[in-house]
């Protein structure tokens, strides 16, 4: 399986292809080894910054970065090239929204129409994305933990476009919805939460009810009538 990270300002990025050979390096140390990259880039241009950019004093630590990172591109692409994957591989794309529901919620002061609002922009957000996602060739989206809420009364409606998009494009969705009468922050006793595994041609999903301090899990197959 190969899993990317699809968000709406760093997805252009992730998904270039000539960038696979650097991704490689996840394998070896985990998503780490990239963290640590890009912060050791921005304390080497710190580090030049404070040398006035001076080339004889900053040459040897520019020649070390540098040298450390074309090394891992011509690794990656080696591996690549000599060693490709011996078994079918199944792309995965995580889907990101570009704002904190939260946050965005409280600013609506329990205002109706702007939470609604809000909450359609949100999944317009999410089917955008998972649309590029699947028109880069992902067979499994997953979107965000809390990224999307609903009234219960639209609730059917965006479980039904989902399932759409899920039909249209033929791949399977991982989408995860909080669902009440009202909204006023992700801390509020009573809830209705739900996890939803959406399949081409069918649902299975994992519905989760939050009363008062005792969750209630039930698990579903087909299409749920009534939901």
């Known amino acids: 399986m190969i899993l990317r990270a699809s968000t709406r300002h760093v997805r252009r990025k992730i998904n270039d292809e000539r960038r696979y050979n650097f991704r490689q390096l996840v394998s070896i140390t985990g998503i780490f080894g990239i963290s640590f990259l890009i912060t050791w880039f921005a304390s080497v241009v710190n580090w030049a910054w404070e040398h006035e950019f001076s080339l004889p004093k900053i040459w040897k630590g520019i020649s070390l970065y540098l040298g450390i990172f074309i090394f891992i591109l011509l690794l990656g692409g080696a591996y690549l ?16 929204g570009s704002f904190d529901m939260d946050i965005e919620a409280e600013k609506c002061k329990k205002d109706v129409p702007c939470l ?11 089917l955008q994305d998972s649309k590029q ?7 499994i989206i997953v979107w965000q933990e809390n990224g999307l809420a609903v009234y219960q ?27 009440g009468a009202f909204y006023i922050s992700a801390s509020i006793p009573l809830c209705k939460t739900a996890l939803m595994l959406i399949f081409p ?8 009810h939050c009363i008062d301090t005792d969750p209630v899990a039930q698990i579903h197959h087909g299409t749920p009538t009534g939901y």
């Open 81 to 96: 090239t000599f060693l490709p994957a011996d078994s079918d591989t199944v792309r995965a794309d995580a889907v990101t």
């Open 116 to 126: 609604k609002g809000l909450f359609n922009r949100s999944l317009n957000e999410f």
């Open 133 to 139: 996602a699947a028109d880069a060739g992902a067979k």
């Open 153 to 179: 009364e639209d609730e059917a409606s965006f479980i039904d476009q989902s399932h759409e998009f899920a039909m249209q494009e033929k791949v399977y969705l991982l989408m995860g919805m909080w669902a």
């Open 201 to 208: 041609d069918e649902f299975c999903y994992l519905q989760m």
